[in-house]
């Protein structure tokens, strides 16, 4: 590809009684997905808070797609009226949607490298950044206990717009999305919290994740509401 893949990641917020339409959606829509001319990588997504990444964290109010595009138009028609976002739309009381480019990756989601491997180059305004890892079972037990504090640290960071857990399976295979002010924002945490730093270490030693991927963003733009405010 001449330049970095398209990067779309909506987010949809449903009353109570529509969440068995959502469920239904999950379970459906992943063959109309495969037929979209241009994408090369999707995954429906249910949400959480992330705090504690157990199955107490799961959000049946907020559901969420990701997909990967190398043709831009296709994404745009996608995004502004394809058939699955209409389908979504149609029982949403809000939605969010951001649009990215990835400018770093590494690792593996579900034995593919869905953002190519870009290279990292520098940005400024706003980032974004999702981590997904397929967790160990003989090491599950220690990683929920080490997640809390990560967490609890996480929403006292100045320059957090929007953290939110997003996963294939309510247990197992987890991730977090955030957005941030600007790169500076991403790398405190990062780099400079102590919880999320000896959580980096433990990563390491422990072996918590069968499979892993970091990745992180330009963001393009960002549209709609997130839990009943804007982003």
Do not use: C
């Amino acid at each position: 590809m001449s330049e970095e893949p398209l990067v779309l990641l909506q987010l949809w917020g449903v009353a109570g009684r529509s969440v068995p339409g959502a469920v239904r959606r999950m379970a459906t829509q992943r063959l109309q997905l495969r037929s979209q001319p241009g994408l090369t990588f999707a995954k429906l997504l249910g949400t959480g808070d992330g705090r504690t990444f157990t199955v107490r964290d799961a959000d049946p109010r907020h559901w969420a797609l990701l997909t990967v595009w190398d043709d831009e138009s296709a994404a745009g028609s996608f995004a502004d009226g394809g058939d699955v976002t209409r389908s979504w739309h149609s029982i949403a009381t809000e939605a969010l949607t951001v649009r990215m480019r990835p400018i770093a990756a590494r690792g593996q989601w579900a034995g593919q490298r869905p953002f190519g491997d870009p290279t990292p180059r520098p940005t400024t305004g706003m980032i974004a950044s999702i981590t997904r890892a397929r967790i160990a079972a003989r090491r599950a037990t220690s990683f929920w206990r080490a997640v809390p504090p990560v967490s609890a640290d996480l929403h006292q960071v100045q320059g957090l717009r929007l953290a939110v857990g997003i996963g294939e399976a309510p247990i197992g295979l987890q991730g977090t999305f955030s957005l941030w002010d600007s790169p500076a924002a991403l790398n405190d945490f990062a780099h400079h919290r102590e919880p999320h730093v000896d959580a980096i270490r433990r990563t390491a030693t422990e072996g918590w994740y069968a499979e892993e991927l970091f990745a992180r963003f330009e963001v393009l733009s960002v549209d709609g509401e997130f839990a009943g405010r804007p982003v």
